[in-house]
């Protein structure tokens, strides 16, 4: 629900890198609770690389769109 949240309040734009979120949130609870596949370190770098790169997305996001946030 969060990512669903997520695009609806960014828009559409931001479709693409809130589905990798939501695939590596899936990607954990199959780890944490079904220990079916292995996270790699290759994948947990992609990861947190995509994670900086949001948070400056998102904050130039609020900045065009509700300057009054920031």
């Given amino acids: 629900m969060t990512f669903v949240a997520a695009e609806l309040a960014l828009g559409s734009a931001f479709t693409p890198k809130l589905s990798y979120f939501d695939r590596c949130r899936r990607m954990r609870n199959d780890v944490d609770y079904d220990h079916s596949s292995v996270v790699t370190e290759v994948d947990a770098t ?25």
């Fill in 46 to 70: 992609d990861l947190l690389k995509e994670a900086i790169l949001f948070i400056h997305e998102v904050e130039t996001w609020i900045v065009a769109n509700h300057p009054q946030l920031t």
